[in-house]
Nanobody
Framework: QVQLVESGGGLVQAGGSLRLSCAAS????????MGWYRQAPGKQREVVAA???????NYADSVKGRFTISRDNVKNTVYLQMNSLKPEDTAVYYC???????????WGQGTQVTVSS
C-alpha cells in the first residue's frame, strides 16, 4: 500500500520560513506527480504547488515567489520550502501523490501550518 508521511509543519511568525517534507512509500511507478494542497478553516482545499517526476512545477499565484517545491525521485520525497510566510498561509497542508498510469491519487494525513502576525 502507498503511504505518504508528512513532516515540518508548525508555528511560525509572519515573514518566517518552514520546510515541509512528504515521504512516499510503497510501490510507486516512476512517472507520477506530487504536490501540496492546503485547506484553511472555512475554505475549500486548494492546490499550492505540484511537481512531476520530470521536474516540471506549477504554483498557485498566491505563493509564487515565496514557495518552492522540489522532489527527490530516489527517495520519493517531495518538499515545500515556504518563505515570507503570511497569516493567510495558515492551513492544514496535505501532500498528494498522483499515479498517472492508474489515475489514482493518494493523500497524506495533513500537517498544520500556523503563521502568526
Amino acid at each position: 500500500q502507498v503511504q505518504l508521511v508528512e513532516s515540518g509543519g508548525g508555528l511560525v511568525q509572519a515573514g518566517g520560513s518552514l520546510r515541509l517534507s512528504c515521504a512516499a512509500s510503497g510501490s510507486i511507478p516512476s512517472f507520477n506527480a506530487m504536490g501540496w494542497y492546503r485547506q484553511a478553516p472555512g475554505k475549500q482545499r486548494e492546490v499550492v504547488a505540484a511537481i512531476t517526476s520530470g521536474g516540471s512545477t506549477n504554483y498557485a499565484d498566491s505563493v509564487k515567489g515565496r514557495f518552492t517545491i522540489s522532489r527527490d525521485n530516489v527517495k520519493n520525497t517531495v518538499y515545500l520550502q515556504m518563505n515570507s510566510l503570511k497569516p493567510e498561509d495558515t492551513a492544514v497542508y496535505y501532500c498528494r501523490l498522483h499515479i498517472h498510469i492508474l489515475s489514482r491519487v493518494y493523500w497524506g494525513q495533513g500537517t498544520q501550518v500556523t503563521v502568526s502576525s
